[in-house]
């Protein structure tokens, strides 16, 4: 990066300071400082700017000097920690600013870059410069305050300052040219489930296969992407079937206005608050008008009015000329949520990942221009370009989906959190069940906390009842899926015409085939975990790489005909419903019968409308779901979550039991809830029955403080993969010992390197380290520094800070 005087809009090295409130409560690293410091003699200088040594004998041409007025530093989204600088003439001068987009000449293409500064001078040798080709915007695209928050992501996250930048920019934005048109999937006219004996059986069609068949079971077109990453296939099998003329591939443009759908279910306006209600909106609307940043932990329980108090707050900003954000875990999930707002402020940007690149920058568009004033959507949202930003609201903050899984690795509530600080805003993290970081937070009064501790409507919460498994059996001395206890209360909520929800947190029919001779479980050779059998399909999938095969009839290990499927996935559960309560109405939500947007809002419509009588599902029903008819719920085995290797494993468990349990009983009918489980002492299970997080969460705490786990420790995960187990391993332990090395006066404890959790992954072995450090002190900006060095392509390394799964 050039080091020449900037100029007073440049902010290439502007940080946030998060202080106190950082969501880990961990000050902002200075990780870009030693980024600049070991970028060598060659600073500023392009990759393949040079050829080298011309051919002996032959006179190197001279290239004719750029009549340069100005120098940008640009930011490539490539992984790399550095900036680039480019020499500007003087047709582009008064364009180029922090912010805009630039076309550059880089490793002999052409790509879209973003001008992080100007300087209107560089240490860079002239000869060594190239020229900006183009400018692609007539004024900047990310103001001053968003360029501010990308560059802490690239430092806080340990990414480039381009990748942080990618995350903010709308895909179209990303390249060159105008709109563009998308690609969708359907069957050709006439053709049904007979064509797929065609492909049935022969392993080089398998993956023409699972695309047929998953189109015949969309019952509509399907994004060509969506339908590539969801089946772990390439465009080659999709290319057969257009040959074939099994599939039809179309161009199509999307309408922006499509996306804004939603269940518009008014809500009352203005109905009278609750006190709590009353004081958390005075207290959040106080901090508006100060222009104060306000970051709030609104914590109440299930149906206690948290939404009235985020559309109170967003009404009261809206007033004063200023603009909101509302993050939602799951845009898909809770179209009541989003019709709540549509129908309140009307104006509404709708923002979500199942969005085509055009309907993204259409609504990005909408949004900077100041055409829409409240932003609703999914994780990405936070990056809005929303006018005088007054109010950010994160609802159910708790929740893990908010931690994007890819470069760059953010959280989106801790985002929120620090965008609210740089702009002065009033930041509100919502939940009835908070994650333990956001609780202490607020307990150490680094959060405002407001509490809203009964429902709004005024009813009870619902009964919930704990049944111990171990003695449920049937006839034969099987276990049985549901208890006799559940059973009879299912039959008794249909015969009342009341409508009941049934949980359980995996798909599927059965997730284990067992041998019972060697006592070996089928195993997706690609990845090494269980396949789960899929009943109405006859094949067993790998629900990590999407791989299927058919169900063996002998055990792949010895041979023998002697398997047996184990557990219980939501096929089976509506398998076994069917036969307690043969003439219910029942529908199924889970990724498998959930493959368009469509199919939510139909689902989630009939089961409204009163024409299902139960709904089984995995944990897209567990939150967002409003309906005044259900009167019960069953979590059909509540300790599942218990087992996975994860230190936030009792936290997770109780989250979700608290959240699938606040379906019933919202209305004026009095909810009841059948808790499943064998571990009837835990006490995220015993908390949850009694609606007691404050109790769950004193426990909870007290253990992580034993263990020295978040939050009274930070982590950073490193994981390593590639085909040759060899290679991640030399990766793994070379790092490990640097690390060792240079972190022991940090206090930071090295763990590892060991397999992953999840040690084989579509093909590629997995190797993990395992950072812990203090609150206080450098150990964890040392760290990053560190791993900015030791990076690779080969093996694949990802930097994963503030890790929200270990898997």
Not at 81 to 94: H, K, L, W
Not at 282 to 310: H, M, N, Q, W
Not at 395 to 400: R, Y
Not at 484 to 506: C, K
Request: aromatic residues 6%; contains cysteine; hydrophobic residues 40%.
């Amino acid at each position: 990066m050039g080091t020449g005087k900037s100029r007073s809009n440049g902010i290439g090295a502007a940080r946030p300071e998060m202080g106190l409130f950082g969501p880990e409560a961990a000050d902002v690293v200075a990780a870009s400082d030693a980024r600049r410091a070991h970028k060598g003699a060659n600073k500023g200088a392009h990759k393949g700017a040079q050829k080298g040594a011309q051919k002996k004998g032959q006179q190197k041409a001279k290239k004719p000097p750029i009549e340069a007025v100005l120098y940008a530093e640009v930011a490539l989204n490539r992984p790399m920690r550095r900036e680039y600088t480019y020499a500007v003439t003087a047709a582009f001068a008064d364009r180029v600013v922090p912010g805009v987009r630039v076309a550059v000449s880089f490793s002999g293409k052409r790509e879209v870059a973003v001008v992080t500064a100007t300087a209107t001078e560089t240490d860079v040798p002239k000869g060594r410069l190239k020229a900006v080709d183009d400018v692609l915007d007539d004024e900047p695209v990310l103001d001053e305050k968003l360029l501010e928050l990308t560059r802490w992501i690239a430092d806080y996250y340990a990414c480039a300052w381009g990748e942080a930048l990618s995350a903010v920019l709308p895909a179209a934005m990303k390249r060159e040219g105008g709109r563009k048109t998308v690609a969708v999937l359907y069957p050709a006219p006439g053709v049904d489930e007979s064509r797929l004996e065609e492909l049935e059986g022969k392993p080089s069609l398998e993956k023409q296969y699972r695309v047929l068949r998953t189109l015949l079971d969309a019952r509509g077109p399907v994004l060509r992407k969506d339908l590539t990453k969801k089946l772990n296939v390439t465009f080659g099998p999709v290319q057969s079937l257009v040959k074939r003329g099994l599939i039809v591939i179309d161009q199509v443009i999307a309408a922006p206005d499509d996306l804004l759908s939603g269940d518009r279910e008014a809500r009352p306006r203005h109905a009278a608050l609750t006190d709590d209600q009353a004081t958390a909106v005075t207290r959040l609307t106080e901090a508006i008008d100060a222009d104060e940043f306000c970051p709030a932990l609104l914590y109440g329980v299930t149906g206690s009015g948290k939404t009235e108090v985020y559309l109170r707050v967003i009404e009261e900003a809206l007033a004063r000329g200023k603009g909101a954000i509302v993050l939602v875990p799951e845009i898909a999930l809770t179209p009541q949520t989003v019709g709540w707002f549509l129908d309140r402020f009307g104006s509404v940007a709708v923002l979500h990942s199942g969005m085509t690149d055009l309907q993204r920058l259409d609504m990005w568009q909408r949004v900077r221009s100041g055409e829409a004033r409240v932003v609703v959507g999914a994780r990405s949202a936070i990056f809005a370009p929303v006018k005088n930003l007054g109010v950010i609201v994160v609802d159910e903050e708790h929740e893990p989906s908010y931690k994007q899984g890819s470069v760059p690795r953010y959280h989106a509530r801790d985002v929120a959190v620090v965008r609210a600080k740089n702009v002065g805003a009033v930041c509100v993290l919502g939940s009835a069940t908070p994650s333990l970081e956001s609780w202490r937070n607020a307990n150490q009064k680094r959060y405002v906390l407001l509490r809203l501790r009964a429902r709004a409507s005024g009813n009870p919460l619902p009964k919930v009842e704990i049944v111990d498994m171990r003695g449920e059996r049937d006839e034969r001395g099987k276990p049985r899926l549901f208890s006799r206890r559940l059973e009879t209360l299912l039959r008794e909520t249909i015969a009342r015409s009341e409508q009941s929800i049934l949980f359980i947190n995996r798909r599927g029919f059965a997730p284990i085939l067992w041998c019972q001779e060697c006592h070996e479980t089928l195993k997706c050779n690609e990845c090494d975990v269980a396949m789960t059998w899929h009943k109405r399909l006859e094949r067993m999938a790998c629900h990590s790489c999407c791989k299927e095969i058919p169900v063996p009839k002998a055990c792949p290990s010895c041979t023998a005909p002697a398997l047996r499927f184990l557990g219980a996935g939501s096929q089976r559960v509506e398998e076994i419903l069917r036969l307690i309560a043969p003439h219910a109405r029942v529908g199924r939500m889970d990724s498998d019968t959930m493959m368009r947007r469509e199919d939510y809002e139909e689902t989630l419509g009939q089961f409204g409308r009163g024409e299902l009588d139960v709904l089984v599902g995995t944990q897209m029903i567990a939150k967002g779901l409003d309906f005044p008819r259900v009167t019960l719920v069953g979590i059909v085995s509540a300790d599942a979550s218990l087992h996975q290797p994860d230190f936030r494993a009792s936290e997770r468990t109780y989250q979700l039991v608290s959240q699938v349990a606040g379906r019933a009983g919202r209305a004026d009918l009095p909810g009841h809830i059948v808790v499943q489980t064998t571990a009837t002492e835990e006490p995220s299970i015993v908390c949850a029955a009694a609606h007691d997080y404050d109790s769950f969460a004193l426990h909870e705490d007290a253990e992580r403080e034993r263990h020295g786990y978040p939050p009274y420790t930070r982590l950073l995960r490193v994981v390593w993969e590639d085909e040759d187990e060899k290679r991640v391993l030399e990766a793994s332990s070379h790092a490990a010992k640097i690390l060792r090395e240079e972190l022991g006066p940090h206090q930071v404890q090295v763990m590892g390197p060991a397999p992953a959790p999840m040690a084989l992954q579509r093909g590629r072995h997995r190797v993990h380290v395992m950072l812990k450090a203090p609150l206080s002190g450098q150990g964890m900006s040392r760290a990053r520094a560190i791993l900015s060095q030791l990076h690779t392509q080969r093996p694949r390394m990802a930097i994963d800070v503030d890790p929200a799964s270990m898997m």
